[in-house]
């Protein structure tokens, strides 16, 4: 470990070791980077996103309070409606209309049942694929769900619920145009059915603990429930906090993950709601300023851009909406949230990121054609996020 590493970790110690954190510095201190040692981008994070108080004492009362309720929500939208679907089979002979599967009432519990699984069915498809190259998140936790696997009782599992639900005799899928395609689940590919082998009994992948915080996040907030790109945001966050050095976090890392996903999200909720796209909070908005101040920084390559007709939103959307999580392999997408999330004004800071990656590749872009423009940024060739930082601080500062 260099000097200059071990000197950095001993200016976050000092910081996080005062009775009340002193917000300000530990910004300072992260915009550059938090090392992962001892734990420490973990606790800033969980500061930064308005999870854990500034004062430390505190901090042991709340986290127990809202490991807590969590364990209620489990409860609740998962082990009960599981145990009231048992119950409630449509085996038994006396069941009644109000109980019954059938039952039109849309305040039925039935019908929640129901409408909760085709959330649940885009959830599982979304997080079986979470970062296909890394094995991480195929592979099982250390710490299982005990609740939920609970050898004494056999709760139904939002595993088994997608087993249930997808493997009937026939599949029902609806596409955006309305149109009704049913097909046979027997005609799958190789790679479908890989798609449901799971671990043993008693153990659970990554991805399910990662389908469990979207499933509850969805029930929590009905007007925006689950929307495609979500995954994309929760999955760096719970990799971080699921990899803690130290083992107390780590073991709490699903609780810990949802509120600090809950946080972010109601700062990024606008982005994912389509009835906003053009409002001033929405992201067709955010995607013009991207532009405006490209035109501010650069305004040679703005009217390239402009000639060829390239749109930010053939772009930007995914840069902005998913925080850069696509572009960049899961370290840098790390690295580049420790700046964001310290910056005050974050999501202005990501505007100034866009930009900067765009004045990098200017000389491309500015001899580019419009299909080999738009190759280079949907294919964002420059991984050096440190470069694309400094660059944006370069933009910021010269405000």
């Known amino acids: 470990m260099s000097r200059l590493h071990q000197s950095r970790i001993a200016d976050f110690q000092e910081v996080l070791g005062e009775p009340t954190?002193?917000?300000t510095k530990l910004r300072d201190l992260c915009f550059s980077g938090i090392p992962f040692d001892g734990g420490l981008r973990c606790l800033c994070w969980k500061i930064l996103l308005n999870y854990l108080p500034l004062e430390k004492s505190l901090w042991s009362s709340l986290l127990k309070k809202q490991r807590d309720l969590y364990s209620?929500?489990?409860?609740?939208?998962?082990?009960?409606?599981?145990?009231?679907?048992?119950?409630?089979?449509?085996?038994?002979?006396?069941?009644?209309?109000?109980?019954?599967?059938?039952?039109?009432?849309?305040?039925?519990?039935?019908?929640?049942?129901?409408?909760?699984?085709?959330?649940?069915?885009?959830?599982?498809?979304?997080?079986?694929?979470?970062?296909?190259?890394?094995?991480?998140?195929?592979?099982?936790?250390?710490?299982?769900?005990?609740?939920?696997?609970?050898p004494q009782n056999e709760f139904e599992t939002l595993r088994k619920r997608v087993e249930q639900t997808t493997l009937k005799?026939?599949?029902?899928?609806?596409?955006?145009?309305?149109?009704?395609?049913?097909?046979?689940?027997?005609k799958t590919t190789p790679n479908s059915l890989s798609e449901y082998e799971v671990l043993p009994n008693g153990c659970e992948a990554h991805w399910e603990v990662v389908e469990r915080i979207l499933f509850i996040y969805a029930k929590l907030n009905p007007g925006i429930a689950y929307v495609q790109g979500m995954n994309e945001i929760v999955g760096p966050l719970y990799y971080t906090f699921a990899t803690d050095p130290n083992s107390e976090w780590k073991e709490h890392a699903e609780a810990d993950t949802f509120f600090c996903f809950t946080n972010l999200m109601a700062e990024i909720r606008d982005n994912f709601i389509k009835s906003l796209d053009d409002s001033q909070c929405g992201i067709t908005y955010?995607?013009?300023?991207?532009?405006?101040?490209?035109?501010?920084?650069d305004v040679?390559?703005?009217?390239?851009?402009?000639?060829q007709n390239i749109k930010p939103q053939f772009f930007a959307f995914r840069w902005l909406t998913l925080l850069l999580s696509q572009e960049f392999l899961l370290p840098d997408v790390i690295r580049i949230w420790d700046s964001l999330f310290a910056d005050d004004k974050r999501f202005d800071f990501l505007l100034l990121v866009c930009c900067a990656m765009l004045t990098?590749?200017?000389?491309?872009?500015?001899?580019?054609?419009?299909?080999?423009?738009?190759?280079?940024?949907?294919?964002?060739?420059?991984?050096?996020?440190?470069?694309?930082l400094k660059k944006a601080k370069e933009l910021q500062d010269s405000k």
């Not at 089979?89 to 009432?105: Q, W």
């Not at 040679?300 to 000639?307: G, M, N, R, S, T």
């Not at 990098?360 to 470069?387: A, C, K, W």
Request: with cysteine; hydrophobic share 40%.
């Open 21 to 23: 954190v002193a917000l």
């Open 72 to 150: 209620q929500f489990l409860k609740e939208m998962i082990i009960q409606p599981g145990i009231a679907k048992a119950n409630l089979g449509v085996s038994r002979e006396d069941v009644t209309l109000e109980d019954h599967p059938l039952n039109p009432n849309p305040d039925s519990r039935w019908n929640t049942y129901f409408k909760d699984n085709e959330v649940l069915l885009q959830i599982d498809k979304d997080v079986r694929r979470l970062y296909p190259d890394m094995a991480f998140f195929q592979r099982p936790t250390d710490y299982p769900c005990l609740l939920i696997l609970d």
């Open 169 to 186: 005799s026939q599949t029902v899928a609806r596409n955006r145009s309305g149109v009704t395609n049913v097909s046979s689940p027997l």
């Open 286 to 297: 955010k995607m013009e300023k991207v532009y405006s101040t490209l035109k501010e920084k």
């Open 300 to 307: 040679e390559l703005y009217l390239k851009l402009q000639e």
């Open 360 to 388: 990098l590749i200017r000389d491309q872009l500015l001899e580019g054609d419009f299909t080999l423009n738009m190759r280079l940024l949907q294919d964002y060739p420059i991984s050096d996020v440190h470069l694309i």
